[in-house]
Nanobody, 127 residues
Framework: VQLQASGGGLVQAGGSLRLSCATT????????MAWFRQAPGKDCEFVAA????????TYADSVKGRFTISRDNAKNMVALQLSSLKLEDTAVYYC?????????????????????WGKGTLVTVSS
């Protein structure tokens, strides 16, 4: 199983980015897909998750209303649209797959225990 995130980069505060995560070898529609992030010097934290069918999404309070998670089960991909970016959104963003419900993932402390974890993509927000 491989998860590969892409789309990160340098963006000014207030700007937007779209992250994508392509998966291979994963029975994609059987897994909840999520994004986590880790900022420099900080613990890994939950960002957003989407249910198997895409009908349920859950967000961290810090990104609610600014980020949108979506999935395409036909293409085995999950995306994260980042808008109204803030300096504190600077982090390495990781996509992840797990069988736990979106709400369970949202309550995780740190990022341990995730079934599948991909390489991250760096998002840097500048002033």
């Amino acid at each position: 199983v491989q998860l590969q995130a892409s789309g990160g980069g340098l963006v000014q505060a207030g700007g937007s980015l779209r992250l994508s995560c392509a998966t291979t070898g994963l029975p994609f529609s059987n897994y909840v897909m999520a994004w986590f992030r880790q900022a420099p010097g900080k613990d890994c934290e939950f960002v957003a998750a989407v249910s198997r069918g895409g009908g349920t999404t859950t967000y961290a309070d810090s990104v609610k209303g600014r980020f949108t998670i979506s999935r395409d089960n036909a293409k085995n991909m999950v995306a994260l649209q980042l808008s109204s970016l803030k300096l504190e959104d600077t982090a390495v963003y990781y996509c992840a797959a797990d069988r736990a419900p979106t709400g369970t993932l949202a309550r995780m402390i740190g990022c341990t225990g995730i079934t599948y974890w991909g390489k991250g993509t760096l998002v840097t927000v500048s002033s």
